[in-house]
């Protein structure tokens, strides 16, 4: 059974963003979980999960907040390249 949370903000905040209401906590709710993700809390999948998305929803999503969908150091990919 999931848990819900409570987030208060000001009640003019969506209006000076320009957004609805709807669409501020929609951004909200996707900038918690892109930040778990990049910080490596939460994987993709369950990033998707919880925002109730498909996984290659939530990660083609990351671009609308500049969160890079793949994160390997320098090394990591240079091996992925070469093993291609």
Same mark, same amino acid.
């Given at each position: 059974? *999931?848990?819900?949370?409570? $987030?208060e903000? *000001?009640?003019?905040? *969506?209006?000076?963003?320009? /957004?609805? !209401?709807? /669409? =501020?906590?929609?951004? @909200?709710?996707?900038?918690? %979980?892109?930040?778990?993700?990049?910080?490596? !809390?939460?994987? &993709?999948?369950?990033? @998707?999960?919880?925002?109730?998305?498909? !996984? $290659?929803? =939530?990660?083609?999503?990351? &671009?609308?907040?500049?969160?890079?969908?793949i994160?390997?150091?320098?090394?990591?990919?240079?091996?992925? $390249? !070469?093993? %291609?």
């Open positions: 059974m *999931p848990i819900q949370m409570q $987030v903000y *000001p009640d003019n905040l *969506p209006d000076a963003l320009a /957004e609805t !209401r709807q /669409e =501020f906590e929609a951004e @909200a709710k996707l900038a918690m %979980a892109a930040k778990l993700y990049e910080l490596k !809390r939460l994987s &993709s999948g369950q990033a @998707a999960q919880l925002l109730g998305m498909e !996984r $290659v929803e =939530f990660l083609l999503a990351l &671009s609308s907040l500049g969160t890079p969908a994160d390997l150091a320098e090394e990591e990919l240079l091996s992925d $390249v !070469r093993n %291609a």
